[in-house]
């Protein structure tokens, strides 16, 4: 509400400005033509058309406007695509002039933007980070090397839900699965844990990661009226800077502690995992990379990995309860492979189709990022006969695409089936699933995460049964969402395991 009042009572002073300035500038120059779109209103332009849950008041209003869709975001001029195939054309064919981004204030908080993978535009520095993280992090060599990782964490994930199977008490999945992949990274990263699965013991890195996307994820003013980033009138910049300083203040504690170790190790340059690999690269005589760059960049990593990908766990595991049926079917496909009590390994996943079919349903309804990361347009682009603007803000909203009943038959409804004999691998090639994004800016982290949500969601259906918590029925289940800078559940899943017999 504060929020409400404020944007009123500014309306009435920039309406007076905004009139008189886009007067005098649609008489000095031709305007472009612009895709249509909802009248804006003065001002505040469309936001309040989009609400709370803009993925679907967005999908909503394309039906009427078309695939291509303008909407006026206070200052903000943004290009909504909902089709397939204005998205390839967007992220294929005009790949370069949309590769930049739009910065929302939280990214500048400690000058992040001015490093960070994901905020730079697609200058040298961004090639130059892209090309460290396929080298010393995404590479083959690397998931392979830590396998052993990812299995050990998703058993302590196990272990875990055994000891709420023994004591009958309910597990938040979310949070549990939060938690195994934030260890997953940090000790690819780092070789440490940092959080623990249970609630009472101290979380701070865990605290900070969830700080920082809830903090990135609430709508700021200042995003729509750059004018007022000066005032920071919500106080985002400000708390985020916090965020920022804490965490680097870990993240410090671990580089010093490493490179003592490194220096009492006699001159040897051991490369056991990430941060040594980078702390080599850093000392390299013609180093690209810089201590700022690698600490940002870890900063990315976190935030763009941890959430995404135990939201896909959740939402996937809220479908299965949701659909006793198909639990079983998947549980029923996971024992064939690896018998009673065998332990999920990667190399297991090429085996199990119906689990994978069920993780590309799950990102078909339930994309973590709905409307990709903000895309901006560095020129003005022709596209079905209108203009894209240079500077546009472009969303792709795969949310709207994943729900398309002329792409999808019986878009509502949660069938893995339909992937059965469908290949789609998400690298950006078939257009109609896009949950990592596509061209120059997809997801470096696609084959950790894919790796990730296969092996967590394998292991919690094939170790145990499931109930739901306080009694509730299956068709009971509130499947509302929650928009964020991650499409959250609105309510954590709860569910009680059940020892399989
Ligand atoms: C289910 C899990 C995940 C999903 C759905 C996902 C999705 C995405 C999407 C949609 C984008 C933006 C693409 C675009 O702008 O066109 C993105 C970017 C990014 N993702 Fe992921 N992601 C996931 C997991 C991860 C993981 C595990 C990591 C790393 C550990 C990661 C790191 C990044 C980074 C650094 C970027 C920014 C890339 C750039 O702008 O150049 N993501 N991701």
């Not at 870990?250 to 056991?272: E, F, N, W």
Request: with cysteine.
């Amino acid at each position: 509400m504060e929020y409400l009042a404020f944007v009123l009572a500014l309306s009435f002073w920039w309406a007076i400005i905004h009139l008189i300035t886009s007067g005098l500038a649609r008489r000095n120059s031709g305007s472009p033509r612009l895709p249509p779109g909802p009248r804006p209103f003065p001002i505040i332009g469309n936001i309040f058309q989009l609400g709370n849950q803009p993925h679907q008041a967005a999908a909503k209003l394309s039906k009427t406007y078309g695939p291509l869709m303008t909407l006026k975001l206070g200052r903000r001029t943004t290009i909504v695509i909902s089709s397939p195939d204005l998205a390839k054309e967007a992220l294929q064919k005009h790949d370069q002039a949309f590769s930049s981004r739009t910065i929302p204030d939280t990214a500048r908080a400690f000058d992040h933007h001015k490093f960070s993978m994901t905020w730079l535009p697609a200058s040298a520095q961004w090639r130059s980070l892209r090309k460290v993280s396929a080298q010393q992090i995404f590479v083959p060599q690397r998931l392979h090397s830590t396998e052993a990782i990812r299995c050990k964490k998703v058993q302590q994930l196990v272990d875990h839900v055994k000891e709420n199977c023994n004591s009958g008490e309910a597990v938040d999945i979310g949070r549990a699965a939060f938690t195994t992949v934030l260890n997953a990274i940090s000790n690819t990263f780092f070789s440490t844990d940092l959080a623990e699965y249970c609630s009472d013991a101290s979380q701070e890195f865990l605290d900070l990661v969830v700080g920082t996307m809830e903090e990135a994820g609430r709508p700021n003013i200042v995003d729509y009226f750059p004018a007022l980033r000066l005032v920071d009138p919500q106080g985002a910049r400000r708390r985020m800077n916090v965020y920022f300083r804490n965490f680097f203040v870990v993240l410090d504690g671990i580089i010093d502690k490493r490179l003592q170790s490194r220096a009492s190790s006699l001159g040897s340059k051991p490369t056991s995992d990430v941060l040594d690999s980078l702390l080599n690269l850093i000392e390299e005589d013609d180093a690209e990379l810089s201590c700022d760059h690698m600490k940002h960049l870890l900063q990315d990593l976190f935030a763009a990995g941890t959430d995404t990908t135990s939201s896909t766990v959740e939402w996937a595991m809220t479908e299965l309860l949701h659909s006793p049926k198909k639990m079983a079917k998947a549980r029923k496909e996971i024992e064939e492979v690896l018998g009673k009590d065998g332990l999920v390994q990667e190399s297991n996943i090429l085996k199990l189709p119906y689990l994978q079919a069920i993780v590309k349903e799950t990102f078909r309804l339930h994309p973590p990022a709905p409307f990709l990361v903000p895309h901006k347009a560095e020129v003005d682009v022709e596209m079905c006969g209108f203009t894209v603007p240079k500077n546009a803000q472009i969303l792709v909203n795969v949310w709207a695409m994943g729900r398309d009943s002329s792409v999808w038959k019986n878009p509502n409804l949660f069938l893995p089936e339909r992937f059965l004999d469908k290949e789609i691998d998400f690298k950006g090639r078939d257009f109609e699933l896009i949950p990592f994004g596509a061209g120059r800016r997809i997801c470096p982290g696609l084959p950790m995460a894919n790796r990730m949500v296969h092996l967590m969601l394998a292991s919690l259906v094939h170790g145990f049964n499931w109930k739901l918590a306080d009694e509730m029925k299956p068709k009971d289940i509130d499947m509302r969402e929650m928009f964020g800078i991650t499409l959250h559940k609105a309510e954590p899943l709860l569910a009680i395991p059940i020892k399989s017999v």
